[in-house]
Nanobody, 124 residues
């Protein structure tokens, strides 16, 4: 499956953005989907993930209460709603798919397919 992320941009601190990630085919519907981010000079880190049925979600402590992950299986799309953005949220955001879909993984090595990334810049 191919993943196409979009929705990044420049926003002031306290603002909001919604990222989207569209999958190329309907096998998406059985995958656990995740969002990761990588800031300049830092390692890629887990942000959020959602089970194939959208019945379960998981978030990094740094984004809990501010970010929300959701999915629309009819549109082969996963979303990341980001509110109350902070300068430390600045990073390239990647969507990823775990085709096994058996649990919500927070480690990047569990994910098999990756989108190209979309840049989010939060100014202070």
């Amino acid at each position: 499956v191919q993943l196409q992320a979009s929705g990044g941009g420049l926003v002031q601190a306290g603002g909001s953005l919604r990222l989207s990630c569209v999958a190329s085919d309907s096998t998406f519907r059985s995958y656990t989907m995740g969002w990761f981010r990588q800031a300049p000079g830092k390692e890629r880190e887990f942000v959020a993930a959602i089970s194939w049925s959208a019945g379960s979600t998981n978030y990094a402590d740094s984004v809990k209460g501010r970010f929300a992950i959701s999915r629309d299986n009819a549109k082969n799309t996963v979303y990341l709603q980001m509110n109350s953005l902070k300068p430390e949220d600045t990073a390239v955001y990647y969507c990823a798919a775990d085709y096994r879909g058996t649990y919500i993984a927070t480690s990047s090595i569990a994910y098999d397919y990756w989108g190209q990334g979309t840049l989010v810049t939060v100014s202070s």
